[in-house]
């Protein structure tokens, strides 16, 4: 089965420094990787994928992220951190499922804090 | 342009008690999900619908019932509240199985306690 992993709980960047959350994935197969970000007591809002072609996907919000297949890496990056960057983010890679159609696995998130 | 609609936003129930958490697109999506949210746990799958008539169960389907009869709704049924079951609730959707690629719609979540 295709999975995630987050392995930082909380980043913590100072306002116009670049950051980076990381995602590392297990897949059999060709991986299918995206980002979402949630914000206090919001839903999930897409950022971006990677299905094929160039490593480096440009996303929503000045987001990009770097896919890395020696690594098994698919790290979300921001040049310059705001502020109203500070939320949830969250990995998912899809999976099949025993039906034959398409689910989402999540990793655990990574809660981004934005120091001004 | 609605989305995903998600009621109640907030739902206090005691152990025994049933309810019915109430999901609603309104973008033609084929596929819809329900998913509990934890900490430390991520986003779990609880149910999935790739279409009207059709459901499947998810990882953590245990003591939760949906049905699929419209293409707009898929509500989420409680049967035996349990304090297990104190969460935050997400429905999500998407477009079928010729758009494999496209990201899922989340709504804004039912917060659920239960004593």
């Known amino acids: 089965a295709q999975s995630v992993a987050q392995p930082e709980d909380q980043v913590n960047v100072a306002e116009g420094n670049p950051l980076t959350v990381k995602c590392t994935y297990s897949v059999s197969g060709n991986p299918y990787l995206f980002w979402y970000v949630q914000y206090p007591n919001r839903g999930l809002q897409f950022l971006l994928k990677y299905i094929t072609g160039d490593n480096l996907v440009k996303g929503s919000y000045g987001f990009e992220a770097e896919f890395n297949k020696s690594q098994t890496s698919f790290h979300l990056k921001k040049p310059s951190a705001l502020v109203s960057d500070s939320a949830l983010y969250f990995c998912?890679?899809?999976?099949?499922?025993?039906?034959?159609?398409?689910?989402?696995?999540f990793g655990t998130g990574t809660r981004l804090k934005v120091l001004a | 342009n609605a989305g995903v609609t998600q009621t109640p936003k907030f739902q206090v129930l005691k152990t025994g008690q049933s309810m019915t958490l109430q999901c609603a697109q309104d973008?033609?999506?084929?596929?819809m999900s329900w998913y509990r949210q934890d900490p430390g746990m991520g986003l779990r799958l609880i149910h999935y619908s790739v279409g009207a008539g059709i459901t499947d169960q998810g990882e953590v389907p245990n003591g939760y019932n949906v049905s699929r009869s419209t293409t707009e709704d898929f509500p989420l049924r409680l049967l035996s509240a349990a304090p297990s079951q104190t969460s935050v609730y997400f429905c999500?959707?998407?477009?079928?199985?010729?758009?494999?690629?496209?990201?899922?719609?989340f709504g804004d979540g039912t917060r659920l306690s239960i004593l």
């Open positions: 973008m033609n999506h084929e596929y």
């Open positions: 999500a959707s998407r477009l079928g199985q010729g758009h494999l690629n496209q990201p899922q719609h």
């Open positions: 998912a890679v899809r999976d099949y499922t025993t039906s034959g159609t398409y689910k989402y696995i």
